[in-house]
Each structure stands twice: as C-alpha cells, then as structure tokens.
C-alpha cells in the first residue's frame, strides 16, 4: 500500500467530515451568462489550490480556520451551455445543505450563481436580507433580452426577499433606471451604520470580488475602476461578525487574466476573512 502523503485538493484546514461540520463549502463553476469576459468557472479549483498558501489564522478575527468548522464538498459538475439545469443543480444541493441544518458558503463562478442559493435559502427562512458587495448594480429585468443574466441577479432575488432587505456596497457603475431603483428602495450603502436596519434579521452576503479596485483584482470578468481596498472591505467584514450570517458566496474571480496569480491570491484571502465572520 502507498504511503504517500498525497496533495489534498480540498480548502485548506476543513472539517474532513460532512456530518459534523455547521458550514458546507460548495464550488460553482458555472459562467454561462457572462457578458464581457468568461473564465470564472476555473476559479473554485484554483482558489483550492491557492488556499494553500494562507496562513490558517486570521489576526484580524483572531481565530484559526478550524474554528469555523466548515467542510468543503468540491465543485458541481454542471451540464455544460445548459443555464436552466445548472442553475438547477444548484438550487437542489443548497436546499439539501439547509435540510441537514448546515450552512452554504458558495465560491463561484458568476454571480448568477447566487440567485438559486437565495432561492433555495428562502424555503427555509421568511424574513431574511442581502448584502451584496460590488461594483455593478446588477439590477436589470434582463439582458439583451435573456432574463437569467448575471447583471440582473440581485434584481431577480428582490423578487424574492422585498428590495427593502437588499442593502448594496461598493457599486460604482449601472445604468440609470438600475440608480434609480437604489435611490427609490434605498438599497445603497455607504458606512456601517446604514445596514444596522437589518441587524436583527438573518442574513445572506454576496461577494463580488470586482467590488475590490482594479489594482487588487485584475482577474475578474468585469474589472470597474475605483474600487475599494481590501482592507475596507475586511472593515466590513469586521463589523458583520455581529450579524446572523445564514450564508454567503464569493464570485466573479477569472484567474486566467491575472498571470500574476495575484488575485487568486486575494479571492482566497476574502474567503479565509468572509468565513470568519460566519
């Protein structure tokens, strides 16, 4: 028998077993939808991969990876050009997480990915909000012409949690009517104090990592100029470790336009943080 050891494919300092872990690590490569430049589907491997290079402890959390207890199934192997199925896919293996009483943290992939996740998490909670970080508003009806589109993923999951329980930070660019939807249901945030309203309610937190400035995050499929560092964004992160987490993703890393391998570096880094928080 060989005695190895063997490279480990998995997050690094994961709970090995499914059954006694509270959070399930859920790969997502699916970009489907993508509409400027695809490649997010290869970023839940090589985020693994990447993970290895972290430290498992976080000073700014002061706690270690194990501390989270959370176990990482792999990625879903979707059927490929088939949206609706794998979108599908999706939505059964989340409701199946919540099921077991366990909580999702998606790493995707495009943010389309989100809106099963939501869909699924509102079979099991009737009040609950979002907090979405990025640079798009990702608020429209549809997409030269299609409706499943990652740029109207957050409009699609108002229809399900109220657009009252949508609270958006770091968006710096959308078209006018996706502003005036911000403006008219007050989704946008600025500092801490603005998503307080939603402080006793559970909560669902979408990352996009395009909400990060194009200097820290190149690889994505849409890089927006003028974003946030990332240690605001940990600032955030810091601040929702009072919330009631009840899930989260990260999406919309595209390592092949990072030769560097820089941002996968830094995706994972948000995951390490963002977990912490749970």
């Known amino acids: 028998m060989l ?3 063997f490279l480990d494919r998995n997050w690094m300092a994961q709970n090995p077993n499914y059954e006694t872990s509270d959070i399930v690590m859920l790969g997502l490569p699916f970009d489907g ?6 490649g997010s589907r290869f970023a839940p491997e090589q985020i693994r991969l990447a ?18 207890n959370f176990h990482d199934v792999g990625d879903l192997e979707f059927p490929l050009g088939n949206t609706y199925a794998s979108l599908d896919m999706i939505r059964e293996n989340v409701e199946q997480i919540y099921k077991e009483g366990k909580r999702v943290f998606g790493i995707g ?5 989100t809106l099963p996740e939501i869909q699924a998490i509102s079979k099991f909670y009737n009040d609950f909000a979002i907090i979405h970080f ?41 078209m006018k009517e996706e502003w005036e939807f911000m403006k008219k249901h007050n989704t946008l945030c600025h500092k801490f104090s603005d998503i307080d309203c ?12 395009d909400c990060l400035d194009t200097s820290i995050m190149p690889g994505t499929g849409t890089p ?36 560097s391998g820089a941002s996968t570096a830094v995706a994972t880094k948000v995951i390490r943080e963002l977990l912490m928080a749970m």
Not at 146 to 162: D, F, L, P, T
Not at 230 to 259: M, Q, T
């Open 3 to 5: 005695k190895g050891p």
């Open 33 to 38: 939808t993508v509409s400027y430049r695809s």
């Open 51 to 68: 993970s290895w290079g972290l430290e498992e402890y976080s000073p700014v959390f002061d706690k270690e990876l194990a501390d989270v």
């Open 109 to 113: 992939g495009e943010h389309l990915v």
């Open 134 to 174: 990025d640079a798009h508003t990702d608020l429209r009806e549809e997409y030269l012409g299609e409706e499943m589109s990652h740029s109207a993923v957050i409009r699609h999951c108002s229809k399900i949690v109220g657009a009252d329980n949508i609270k958006q930070i770091g968006i710096r660019s959308g």
């Open 198 to 209: 939603i402080k006793s309610k559970p909560v669902f937190v979408t990352v996009d990592l």
């Open 224 to 259: 927006e100029a003028g974003g946030m560092t990332f240690k605001e964004l940990n600032e955030w992160f810091k601040y929702l470790k009072d919330f009631n987490i009840i899930g989260a993703d990260v999406v919309e890393l595209a390592p092949d336009y990072d030769s």
